[in-house]
C-alpha cells in the first residue's frame, strides 16, 4: 500500500514514523567523583609535590622521555633463580648506599619462583643481639621451601646475606661457619667478606683467618 509523501508530486512506499528526539546525558567525570573535594583550587592534587622524575640521558647530554630506572631495586623477574636475584640485592643495595632506608627489603618473589618470601622467619642457635642466622621460607606451587640468611644490625637498618636452601650439605656446613664465627665474636663485616668469598668458590670451603677451626680437615 502506497502513501502519500510529505513532498508534492512524490510517493512514499512506506509510512516511517517520527524519530524522539532524545537529550545527550553526560556523566561526571571520575575524577570529579573520586577525588577529595577541594574548594580551595591550591589545595589540590599537584604532580609537582611528588619531586621531579629522574630522566635517562642521551649519548649528547641532552634529557630523554625516558625514566631512569637505574637506582630502582632489582626486579625478580630478571632472574632465573633465587640466588642471581640475591646477589643483584646485595649488589645494589651495596650500589645505593645511603638511599637505602630501614624500610627497604627485597621486591617479592613471585613469578620468578612462582610463589612469593613470607615475613615468617625463625633464628637459629646460637644467637647475638647484633647478628644472628635466620631461616625463612618461600613458597611455590603451594609447597614451602626453607633457606638460611645471615643478618646482622647495622643501627635500625637490618641486613641480609644469602646462605642456601636448609636441605643442602653445603649450605648447612655454611651455617655451621659462620655461627662458629658468631661465637668467636667476629664481626658482621667480617662475616659478610667470608659468605661473600664462597660464591667465588663453590668447591672449597674458605677458611677465617686466625682461628683453627676453620682450618680444611
Not at 609537582?48 to 632489582?74: C, H, M, W, Y
Not at 620468578?112 to 613458597?139: F, N, R, S
Not at 645471615?150 to 641480609?160: D, P, Q, S, T
Amino acid at each position: 500500500m502506497k502513501h502519500n509523501s510529505d513532498v508534492p508530486g512524490q510517493l512514499a512506499l512506506f509510512a516511517i514514523a517520527p524519530t524522539e528526539e532524545r537529550t545527550t546525558v553526560h556523566d561526571p567525570y571520575w575524577d570529579e567523583i573520586l577525588a577529595p573535594q577541594q574548594d580551595d583550587p591550591e589545595q589540590r592534587w599537584n604532580p609537582a609535590d611528588f619531586g621531579e622524575v629522574p630522566r635517562k640521558l642521551s649519548d649528547n647530554g641532552q634529557l630523554t622521555i625516558f625514566f631512569d630506572d637505574s637506582d630502582e631495586p632489582p626486579d625478580p623477574d630478571d632472574f632465573k633463580n633465587l640466588n642471581d636475584y640475591h646477589q643483584a640485592w646485595s649488589e645494589w643495595r651495596t650500589r645505593v648506599g645511603a638511599q637505602v632506608t630501614s624500610n627497604t627489603v627485597p621486591t617479592t618473589v613471585e613469578t620468578l619462583v612462582g610463589g612469593k618470601v613470607t615475613l615468617a622467619t625463625q633464628k637459629v642457635a646460637p644467637q647475638h643481639d647484633t647478628h644472628w642466622i635466620e631461616k625463612y621460607w618461600v613458597e611455590r606451587s603451594g609447597n614451602k621451601y626453607w633457606y638460611f640468611r645471615y643478618c646482622w644490625m647495622k643501627g635500625r637498618k637490618k641486613n641480609r646475606c644469602y646462605i642456601g636452601s636448609v636441605d643442602s650439605i653445603k649450605a648447612k656446613q655454611k651455617r655451621e661457619l659462620v655461627e662458629i664465627a658468631i661465637a668467636d665474636g667476629k664481626l658482621p663485616i667480617e662475616i659478610e667478606k667470608l659468605i661473600q668469598g664462597w660464591k667465588h668458590e663453590p668447591s672449597t670451603m674458605p677458611k677465617v683467618p686466625g682461628n683453627a677451626r676453620f682450618q680444611e680437615r
